[in-house]
């Protein structure tokens, strides 16, 4: 079983797509912090433009609980704002009119109740709590080219 997360209009073939909102493809309407699966039967998550929309006094948590749901040698995809790439874009920022698409960056597109960015990544501090939350295998991360991480990580 493979879980898309917060899918909203991105459903994706061969996932229960899980959304907490209530849209077309969504197979699952539920909180992305409290997931209504078995631990251990969970092959794949990903969570994509999702971990931001947690508070970041939950993020340890909301780690901790994916990962619980991941079978033994179950994968993790993470794709996350990445505060290093935003300071690095902003810091780039020759025209006055880009500002707002950085600030939409840190604070989200707020277009609904649930869009609003409450955390940010630093890749070594998700590295720590993915290992705190029982990932033991490898823990891959790259950079998009965006002002994303993509992270990749066995239970």
């Known amino acids: ?87 690095e874009y902003f810091s780039s920022i020759k025209d006055l009119g880009m500002v707002e698409t950085v600030i939409a960056c840190i604070f989200g597109g707020q277009s609904y109740l649930e869009n609003y960015h409450k955390t940010i990544c630093y890749p070594g501090l998700m590295d720590y709590y993915l290992r705190e939350a029982g990932i033991r295998g490898n823990i891959e991360f790259r950079f998009d080219g965006t002002i994303n991480v993509l992270f990749r990580a066995y239970k």
């Not at 917060?6 to 309407?29: Q, S």
């Not at 969970?42 to 948590?61: F, M, P, T, W």
């Open 1 to 87: 079983m493979n879980l898309n997360l917060g899918c909203g209009n991105e459903v994706r073939e061969g996932y229960i797509n899980v959304d907490i909102r209530c849209l077309p493809g969504v197979d699952v309407v539920a909180d992305v912090s409290n997931l209504p699966f078995r631990d251990n039967s969970i092959n794949e998550i990903r969570a994509v433009d999702i971990y931001e929309h947690i508070s970041h006094l939950k993020s340890q948590e909301l780690l901790s609980h994916w990962v619980s749901k991941l079978r033994d040698k179950g994968r993790l995809f993470i794709q996350t704002p990445c505060i290093n790439k935003i300071v």
